[in-house]
């Protein structure tokens, strides 16, 4: 049953998402920022009843802040040379690159 009310709580922000996307621009820009996925993802950790995991689910989350940000800025970047689903491609090679660098540099440093 939680698997299931956490992806209606994802289908209801997606199709909160594409709604507001119809009327306006900065609305579906914004949305995202709201932490549904993460509550989601707190939630999951935090029903263990282990207060260092949590906690741990807390900072891994702070660490994916950069790597958004360069999807955001790559698809910004990248709108103007091709089409916006290629755009949005090269926005997610960057960010898995990105991820990938801030969370297994740590262990090469």
Do not use: H
């Amino acid at each position: 049953m939680d698997i299931l009310w956490k992806g209606v709580v994802g289908g209801l922000v997606t199709a909160l998402i594409v709604w507001a996307s119809k009327r306006c621009n900065i609305l579906p820009g914004i949305l995202p920022l709201a932490p549904t996925f993460a509550v989601i993802a707190l939630l999951a950790v935090g029903a263990k009843g282990n207060p260092t995991g949590f906690r741990e689910a807390c900072l891994a989350g702070f660490k994916t802040i950069p790597a958004y940000l360069a999807f955001l800025g790559a698809c910004w970047l990248f709108i103007d040379r091709i089409d916006y689903r290629l755009a949005i491609l090269g926005g997610i090679a960057v960010w898995l690159v990105a991820a990938l660098a801030i969370f297994l540099a740590p262990r090469y440093l």
